[in-house]
């Protein structure tokens, strides 16, 4: 039998709650539990609802308000996630004195004017992957942030999950002994995505503003404090059969040197052409670790001089919920990450720095360069498909 839309929301929300009531067991507590961390969320779209899902299943964080551009899309995905306040206009959220810390999960290129809004109204800001389309727009917003001394994180989630901590820890401590190679790749198919879908937007599209920099952050977890020294990039780009202009890249294919250990390397590739394993290896002189599924991960696979071991990190239950995204209650390890950020008073989460937001920036803005710069100057841009293969030294 067919439930009626309210039933059904209700029943989610009692499954919700009891499932926050089953998390506080398993998942560590903030301090100051008792005030909980209010959360403003930007964007209304596909992430967004993930997001706000985990927030409510998050102990000690809830969500005080939501913004879409338009207000009645703002209204019905406040009456979805069992949000007080909702609002037509980015504007009004940011200004809310309800709002602790303000979520933007809107495409990329919006990203920076909504981030400066935010830190200039002194709001802790949280923004989805990439932070923005550029690395000056980066540098920007943290200097902004260092300036008006406001918390701010760009929201690279896998490095929250404990599976990926324990990664950092074990090569960390030197159980794979000195990193050499972190190889890895991250696809999925695109064949399903409409001409309106963001993946084929010319400003903010295309698979590395999507996916490289999961790829990117599995480099500098490995070789802890480094930079990306040489990189090289090839690639093609892509555009859905009804569109004639602006192709996006598609598959990029990257190789890098790091700066301080030159011993050390990172090769991976990125494609919207097929859903590819997603499996990463640190590879190092005395062993290896492997992650399946990296960006969201709860397997470790490790091999070293004392055998092969396995460590698992599952994820908390998630059967109360649908996501649009598999494993998406893995948002709730950076969620409370940042509120015992907050709650401390700090700036940035140890987890993922702001330097590492730079670095990053600085990459994905090279590969892109490297892929798509090219075939543009060549004029090959209303191709429907385009090669290029380049190499550049990083210049900094
Ligand atoms: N961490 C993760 O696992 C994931 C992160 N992401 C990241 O989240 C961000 C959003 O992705 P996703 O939710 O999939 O995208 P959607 O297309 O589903 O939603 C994007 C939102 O952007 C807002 N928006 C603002 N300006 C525009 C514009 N000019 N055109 C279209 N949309 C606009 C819309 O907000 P409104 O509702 O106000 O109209 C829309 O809801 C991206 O940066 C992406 O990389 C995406 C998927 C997974
Ligand atoms: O962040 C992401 O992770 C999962 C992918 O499927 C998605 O496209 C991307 O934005």
């Not at 309106?196 to 903010?204: K, L």
Request: charged content about 20%.
């Amino acid at each position: 039998m067919m439930l009626p839309r309210l039933l059904l929301r209700q029943r989610q929300s009692t499954l919700l709650r009891r499932a926050k009531v089953a998390n506080a067991r398993t998942l560590t507590t903030v301090e100051d539990a008792s005030k909980p961390i209010r959360w403003g969320i930007v964007g209304a779209g596909s992430i967004s609802k993930d997001f706000a899902k985990a927030v409510n299943f998050t102990q000690g964080a809830e969500i005080s308000a939501v913004a879409a551009r338009s207000a009645s899309k703002a209204a019905e995905f406040a009456k979805n996630h069992d949000i007080p306040q909702s609002y037509g206009s980015y504007d009004d959220l940011i200004q809310d004195p309800n709002v602790d810390v303000v979520y933007i999960g809107t495409i990329a290129d919006t990203h920076a004017p909504l981030a400066k809004m935010s830190l200039l109204h002194h709001k802790p800001t949280v923004v989805e992957k990439p932070l923005t389309t550029s690395f000056q727009e980066t540098k920007e917003l943290i200097d902004l942030a260092k300036r008006n001394q406001v918390f701010f994180l760009e929201g690279m989630w896998s490095r929250f999950f404990p599976a990926m901590k324990k990664v950092r820890q074990l090569i960390a401590d030197g159980a794979i002994g000195q990193p050499v190679m972190v190889s890895g790749d991250f696809g999925w198919s695109t064949q399903g995505c409409d001409e309106h879908h963001r993946i084929w937007f010319p400003a903010s599209g295309g698979m590395i503003y999507d996916v490289a920099m999961y790829m990117a952050q599995l480099g500098l977890a490995a070789y802890e404090g480094d930079s990306f020294y040489k990189v090289s990039a090839m690639g093609i780009t892509q555009q859905p059969t009804t569109m004639q202009h602006h192709p996006v890249d598609h598959t990029a294919l990257v190789s890098c040197q790091m700066e301080h250990n030159r011993n050390g390397f990172l090769q991976f590739h990125v494609t919207g052409q097929a859903s590819t394993e997603e499996r990463a290896v640190f590879q190092g002189t005395k062993g290896r670790i492997v992650l399946e599924n990296h960006h969201v991960p709860s397997k470790i696979q490790l091999y070293n001089n004392d055998g092969a071991q396995i460590l698992e990190f599952p994820l908390p239950d998630d059967s109360f919920a649908s996501w649009d995204h598999a494993s998406s209650i893995g948002f709730t390890y950076q969620i409370e990450g940042v509120g015992k950020a907050l709650r401390e008073g700090a700036l940035e989460c140890p987890e993922f720095t702001w330097r590492e937001s730079l670095e990053i920036a600085r990459m994905l803005e090279d590969i892109r360069g490297q892929v798509i710069g090219t075939a543009e100057d060549e004029g090959e841009s209303s191709e429907p498909e385009s090669e290029t293969a380049s190499v550049a030294r990083y210049g900094r």
